[in-house]
Each structure stands twice: as C-alpha cells, then as structure tokens.
C-alpha cells in the first residue's frame, strides 16, 4: 500500500494560479500512474488529470484543458497539478491516488481503477 500526502491546497482569487503537490511514500515509477480528482459536497469524485509515471503521459478533464498542467518529479516521488486562471467552478477537495495498471485515454477519469488514496487538499476559489 502506497500513502500519498497532498498539500498546496488554499483560498485564491478567480484567475488566479496554485500549484497543488503529491507525494508519494514510493517510487512513483513502480506505479504506473497517479491521477489527481477533486470532488465537491454532494458530488462524485471527478477525474482531473493524470500522469504516467513512466513516460510522462497525461490525460485532462475538458474542463481544464489548456489550464492545468500535471507533471511529475520521479526524484521527488512527487506529482504536482499546477491549476492557472482558477474558475468559480474550481473549488474542490482535490486528491491523488495511484492508478491499478497502465491508464488509458478511456478509463483514466474512472475512480474505481484507483488503489491508493491521499486524504486530500482543500481548494477555494473566491473575490
């Protein structure tokens, strides 16, 4: 079992940018995959993006295309989700949590391929 620690969670204004981070107590590069989702009260938890750890490759919600940027520093055992021009929609607990396998363009966004799970980081979006 992997633990994952999020951090850099915070109450921004709409535009602005936070740089969210995972770390893993692994190798990320013996998990496949880390994933970040966010869910709000009363909702499902919903895919945001996700990263191979192996060759770097990522997947996006359509919500933030062009606007967050998951990345990974296998030294570090870290994934970061660096979310610029924040959104009134954004607001969220977001977690990361390890992919079971290899991740797909089709099943990336689902929660139940995920194993491991942070306990999350709270972000706020607010003027």
């Known amino acids: 079992q992997v633990e994952l620690v999020e951090s850099g969670g915070g109450l921004v204004q709409p535009g602005g940018s936070l740089r969210l981070s995972c770390v893993a107590s692994?190798?990320?590069?013996?998990?496949?995959?880390i994933g970040w989702f966010r869910q709000r009260p009363g909702t499902q938890r919903e895919g945001v993006a996700c990263?191979?750890?192996?060759?770097?490759?990522?997947y996006y919600a359509d919500s933030v295309t062009g606007r967050f940027t998951i990345s990974r520093d296998s030294a570090k055992n870290t994934v970061y989700l660096q979310m610029d021009r924040l959104k009134p929609e954004d607001p969220a607990l977001y977690y990361c949590?390890?992919?079971?396998?290899?991740?797909?363009?089709?099943?990336?966004?689902?929660?139940?391929?995920?194993?491991?799970w942070g306990q999350g980081t709270q972000v706020l979006v607010s003027s």
């Open positions: 692994g190798r990320i590069l013996d998990m496949n995959a």
């Open positions: 949590a390890t992919y079971r396998g290899l991740a797909h363009a089709s099943s990336w966004s689902l929660s139940n391929n995920y194993a491991d």
């Open positions: 990263i191979s750890t192996g060759d770097g490759g990522t």
